[in-house]
């Protein structure tokens, strides 16, 4: 969001505010990001099919109903707060239009949905949902709904399908009191909050991370595949291994998922990011609101445990992350980033599991497959990279869906391909009696290239490219070690750097730390050794650079804005962070005034918000900034923007800040990751005579 928004609809209308959720913060966030950058790019869309005896009339009345039931469906957010407001059911008219179709079949469907789902919609000023009626020779066979994340989830999409088609047969439920993300703010316990922060800190710090991408795929990482595998006999398997281990099916499938994981890699130890539907109370249980959550599932497995044990662990770390995994997360998320700035680890999950509660039929590809056989589709963007194994799981009319995408650098389309099968016939031997004991190691070598470090896997090709893109460097060559490092023999990744003389060993660690989030298949191990011994060719101009990393790490200085756009990157951090509001002039050198701070926890006015508490997690044992000066001067640019203080919710506010200095040239992701500010401010560029003022292409 490079642009200052326009202002939000009149208060006339507005019926109550208050701060968006912590569920609602990452999607509010997210919405700035640029769509095939997205974690979760693809938009909310669905449809429902029209009873023969309903007419478009009976839709907008249905319509209407629904959004004088729903407070979801009138809500608005702010641009640059996380704030949010409920207006009157007739606030605006009904986002609903109508398409002639030749005939409602299924590619048809499929198609229209799509197609609705690229509309853009504006959740600051317009309803964040849109409907279209297809008709077929003037009747209407089908209605389709797409919405924004922020305000509406998947499961609650599901939900007001499935009333829309309740309706329109007459069978409306009576009007209930339905809970709306507003009524649950207040039940955040703060204290409870941190402490959950401060655990799941400590649970990551040590968990290795991508850990399936040594085993597979082509050289060029730049494919994303896409495909859909579904089993009748595999519905049943699951049943019967679920009530054995007396274990939901979801959880069976993801203990039978990180099976596979140590089986393929020999790792026992790793993430699983998980959606969870939480409508899990009956208050709940028909709001389309946002409830469901992403938690990290932190697996560990014992080699040579039988799957029963398997499943009983896994059942018991997402009991855990699902009671730890409620508080916070923009806070996490960027608490986390300045932990991992400092160790040079970035921590990601290893697989990332959801579980649909609702069919999705106008995604299977294909609807004459033999009952019992797979249906398999293969789709690549190359544009797209993915870095994490993504599978969902889908329970729907007797039949085992499971949804994979994944990079081609973990695993090319063949491989993708065999996964969803391996898992069913998995399934099938469990069914069976087996009990499949975890492997010790794996089972599968190694892909040429990579390497095993202590915090994970090295692509040691990718490392070397990153150091050559480095001026001044000439060659370099990657390589492990242990005694080079001086730790007793520890594995550490060894860079032998033929160089200019003005580069420094200070140089290529911030380098290399700066790119670890921006090129893919890229981990960091626990420290980078770059070592002695270069590869000069014995002239006098050669110049040999060492640098060790972890403990030994040369101290990076700190260092002030030096040019322009350094001085209102760092101002817009000091402003951002303090929530200072438009009134004040931020440029740079410019003194900054206080102003309206922005709330995360109590109940925001319009007016003016609360303050926000800053990050939580545990000790800073380096002693760098937790937080920002009063004075631009004081903002470090070898740090990243997470070390001074900006969490995810001030990302919007620090572009606009940006923007009103007359740069623009980085994205919102760029901020929340791991690199230093020196290496954003040289991406800025001074902004063009008139601005594009577009708004988002996707919901």
Not at 312 to 322: D, G, H, L
Not at 664 to 682: K, N, Y
Request: proline share 10%; with cysteine; charged share 20%.
């Amino acid at each position: 969001m490079n642009h200052r928004p326009e202002p939000p609809p009149s208060p006339a209308t507005v019926t109550r505010s208050g701060p968006l959720t912590w569920v609602q913060q990452w999607h509010w966030y997210e919405r700035t990001i640029p769509g095939p950058r997205r974690v979760n790019p693809t938009p909310l869309a669905d449809h429902c099919h029209v009873p023969p005896s309903a007419t478009v009339a009976d839709i907008h009345r249905a319509l209407a109903s629904l959004t004088a039931r729903h407070e979801a469906l009138r809500t608005t957010i702010d641009p640059l707060r996380p704030t949010q407001h409920v207006h009157r059911a007739d606030w605006a008219p009904l986002p609903v239009d109508c398409v002639d179709v030749p005939a409602a079949d299924a590619d048809t469907l499929e198609a229209a949905t799509a197609a609705l789902a690229t509309r853009p919609i504006d959740p600051e000023r317009n309803p964040p949902w849109l409907a279209r009626v297809l008709l077929e020779a003037g009747k209407p066979r089908a209605v389709l709904m797409t919405a924004h994340h922020v305000v509406i989830d998947g499961w609650g999409l599901a939900v007001l399908l499935n009333q829309l088609h309740d309706q329109l047969l007459g069978d409306d439920a009576p009007a209930e009191a339905l809970a709306h993300p507003l009524d649950t703010v207040a039940a955040q316990p703060l204290e409870r909050a941190r402490a959950a922060e401060r655990e799941w800190l400590t649970r990551l710090a040590g968990n290795p991370t991508g850990v399936l991408a040594p085993f597979g795929g082509t050289d060029d990482g730049d494919g994303r595949h896409r495909l859909q595998h579904r089993s009748v006999d595999a519905y049943g398997d699951l049943g019967r291994v679920a009530r054995r281990h007396r274990a939901s099916p979801e959880v069976v499938m993801l203990a039978a998922l990180a099976h596979d994981v140590a089986t393929r890699t020999g790792e026992h130890r790793f993430l699983a990011s998980v959606v969870v539907s939480n409508r899990a109370r009956a208050a709940l249980r028909n709001s389309i609101g946002v409830r469901a959550l992403t938690v990290p599932v932190q697996i560990d497995l014992r080699p040579g445990a039988v799957f029963g044990e398997v499943v009983a662990s896994v059942a018991a770390a997402s009991a855990a992350a699902y009671r730890h995994g409620q508080w916070r997360p923009a806070e996490l998320v960027a608490a986390q980033a300045r932990m991992d700035r400092r160790r040079g680890v970035v921590t990601v999950p290893t697989i990332e599991y959801n579980c649909y509660s609702w069919p999705r039929d106008y995604l299977v590809p294909a609807y004459n497959s033999p009952p019992n056989g797979p249906v398999t589709w293969i789709r690549s963007a190359p544009d797209e990279p993915c870095d994490t194994l993504y599978v969902d799981l889908g329970l729907d009319a007797g039949v085992v869906t499971l949804d994979v995408t994944v990079g081609d650098h973990l695993l090319d389309a063949e491989q993708a391909m065999a996964l969803p099968v391996r898992l069913c016939g998995f399934l099938r031997a469990l069914a069976d009696g087996a009990e499949c004991p975890v492997p010790e190691r794996s089972l599968t070598p190694a892909a040429s290239g990579w390497w095993r470090a202590p915090q994970g896997w090295v692509c040691l090709p990718r490392v070397e490219d990153v150091l050559r893109g480095h001026p001044g460097v000439f060659d370099v060559t990657v390589a492990t070690g242990g005694e080079a490092a001086g730790e007793g023999g520890e594995p550490h990744l060894v860079a032998y750097a033929h160089t200019a003389p003005d580069v420094s060993p200070d140089d290529l660690h911030r380098h290399v730390l700066d790119h670890l989030d921006e090129v893919p298949s890229i981990v960091a191990p626990d420290c980078y050794v770059l070592s002695l011994g270069g590869l000069g060719s014995g002239r006098p101009s050669d110049h040999s650079c060492t640098a060790i990393g972890g403990t030994g790490t040369p101290r990076v200085l700190s260092r002030p804005p030096a040019t322009d756009a350094e001085g209102a990157l760092a101002a817009a951090v000091v402003a951002a962070v303090a929530g200072v509001g438009f009134g004040s002039l931020v440029g740079p050198g410019g003194s900054v005034e206080p102003g309206c701070p922005v709330g995360l926890g109590g109940p925001v006015e319009p007016s003016c918000p609360a303050e926000p508490d800053g990050p939580v997690g545990p000790g800073d044992p380096d002693g760098l900034p937790v937080g920002s000066s009063d004075s631009p001067i004081a903002v470090d640019m070898n740090r990243c923007p997470a070390d001074h203080g900006v969490t995810l919710v001030a990302v919007p506010r620090l572009l606009a800040l940006l923007h009103r200095s007359g740069f623009t040239g980085i994205a919102s992701d760029e901020l929340a990751g791991t690199a230093s500010l020196g290496h954003l401010a040289a991406a800025l560029e001074p902004l063009p005579p008139r601005a594009h003022r577009g708004g988002e292409t996707s919901p």
